[in-house]
C-alpha cells in the first residue's frame, strides 16, 4: 500500500505557471507507475500525464503536451507536475494516482490505479 498527498495548486493568471507535488509514503515508491489526472464538477475524470516506474518513459494528453512536464524524484518519494502557460481550460481539481509495477498498455485507464490521493484545486483566471 501507498499512501499519497498532492499539494501547489492555487490560483494563477492565465500563461502563468504552478508545480504540483504529491507526497507518497508507505513502501516502494520507486516500484509504483505515476500518473496525474485532472477534474472539474460534472466531467469524468481524465488523464493528464504519467511516469514509468521502471525510469521508463512518460505518456501525456494531447491538451497539455509541451505544456506540462511529469517528474518523480526517488529518493523524496515525490511525483511532480510542472505546468506551464496555463490556459483557463486546465481549471480543475489535479489527482495524483499510483499502481505498483503497472507497464500495460492502459496507462491513461482511472481505473488500473488503485492508489489515490484526495485532489489539489488548480485555478488558472483570463
Known amino acids: 500500500q501507498v499512501q499519497l498527498v498532492e499539494s501547489g495548486g492555487g490560483l494563477v493568471q492565465a500563461g502563468g505557471s504552478l508545480r504540483l507535488s504529491c507526497a507518497a509514503s508507505?513502501?516502494?515508491?520507486?516500484?509504483?507507475?505515476m500518473a496525474w489526472f485532472r477534474q472539474v464538477p460534472g466531467k469524468e475524470r481524465e488523464f493528464v500525464a504519467s511516469?514509468?516506474?521502471?525510469?521508463?518513459?512518460?505518456n501525456y494528453a494531447a491538451s497539455v503536451k509541451g505544456r506540462f512536464t511529469i517528474s518523480r524524484d526517488n529518493a523524496k518519494n515525490t511525483l511532480y507536475l510542472q505546468m506551464n502557460g496555463l490556459k483557463p481550460e486546465d481549471t480543475a481539481v489535479y489527482y495524483c494516482?499510483?499502481?505498483?509495477?503497472?507497464?500495460?498498455?492502459?496507462?491513461?485507464?482511472?481505473?488500473?490505479?488503485?492508489?489515490w490521493g484526495q485532489g489539489t484545486q488548480v485555478t488558472v483566471s483570463s
Open positions: 508507505g513502501r516502494s515508491f520507486s516500484d509504483y507507475t
Open positions: 511516469v514509468r516506474w521502471s525510469g521508463g518513459g512518460t
Open positions: 494516482a499510483a499502481e505498483w509495477r503497472y507497464s500495460g498498455v492502459n496507462i491513461e485507464s482511472v481505473r488500473y490505479y488503485a492508489h
